[in-house]
């Protein structure tokens, strides 16, 4: 994720998305591994059994049955189970939405939110860990942007639900969902995760310890520069209420001058950058 300060020096040097056949092929991969989850055991084994039919019937004994063969003939029989469409005609459609899917208003999002102020900062595949049920919009709409999303929730049904919603939406090749005792765990990052999302509904529902533990964890993932949005959520909660959690980060007044923004009636979510290291004095005066 680039630095407001990357913006304004024009260092924005833009990682590329992947090629659209890439994407296709990823589509195609999720939508077949999302119908086997839905399948029980004796329907997978009556599809293998379909699959191998198929291939005794096909090769006239030209070759030996492996597993790999196996595989790619049963997610051939799915795919043409659920009419996936080719190449040509997935591209064409796509396209469209792909477009409507980075506008905030697609996901009922206010386009004068915080979140949405920080978008031209944004890099494919950016790894973004965004907290509690009330900011599923905000997720989907970083995922239509291509970041590799992380959305973690105390309720196993929301988290399913979003599962759905970003596999329907041809969203899900970088998404995972977990369910998570907020406070007590976190999934694990490879790398330091430069944004971080947090519903402050969420955050008021926990115990003043728990909320504590939760956002020490979150904050033990950001880099230097890394970058924390408090967002409303559903239920209108008022972010400004956690600032006290992050007394040596910086908070970053989010731009307004948004097309189709209006003049905000109630808080629309706060920025907060983690301070740089003291050893990185060229990036300090960048800010300065």
């Known amino acids: 994720m680039l630095t407001a300060a990357d913006i304004v020096a024009g260092r924005a040097v833009r990682r590329q998305h992947p090629s659209l056949k890439q994407q296709h092929h990823e589509y195609v991969l999720q939508r ?43 997610d051939r029989v799915i795919s043409k189970r659920l009419r996936l469409p080719s190449y040509n005609r997935w591209r064409k459609q796509i396209q ?4 409507a899917q980075r506008e905030p208003i697609h996901w009922g999002m206010d386009p004068s939110s915080a979140l949405v102020s920080l978008l031209p900062r944004l890099e494919v595949d950016d790894t973004v860990l965004v907290i509690g049920p009330g900011v599923q919009a905000e997720a989907c709409l970083l995922a239509a942007y291509g970041a590799a999303v992380t959305f973690v929730a105390e309720d196993l049904s929301g988290v399913e639900q979003m599962e759905t919603r970003m596999a329907g939406e041809s969203l899900g090749g970088r998404f995972l969902a977990y369910v998570a005792a907020l406070g007590e765990w ?5 790398e330091p995760v430069p944004l971080v999302v947090v519903d402050a509904g969420t955050l008021g529902a926990l115990p003043y310890a728990s909320r504590q533990a939760l956002l020490r964890q979150a904050q033990a993932l950001s880099p230097p520069q890394g970058v924390h949005v408090i967002l409303p959520g559903d239920g209108g909660a008022a972010p400004e209420a956690y600032l006290s959690h992050y007394a040596e980060w910086e908070r970053e007044q989010p731009s307004r ?8 009636s109630r808080s ?21």
């Open 32 to 74: 077949i591994e999302s119908f086997k989850n839905t399948l029980s055991r004796g329907e997978l084994l009556a599809l293998g059994d379909e699959a191998a039919q198929e291939l005794q019937s096909g090769a006239a004994g030209q070759f030996v049955l492996t597993e790999i063969l196996m595989l790619e003939t049963v």
């Open 186 to 190: 976190l999934p694990p990052f490879a």
């Open 96 to 99: 469209a939405l792909r477009e």
């Open 268 to 288: 629309q979510g706060v920025i907060l950058t983690c301070p740089p290291t003291p050893e990185d004095p060229g990036r300090m005066a960048a800010q300065g």
């Open 257 to 264: 001058a948004r097309k189709g923004g209006g003049k905000a």
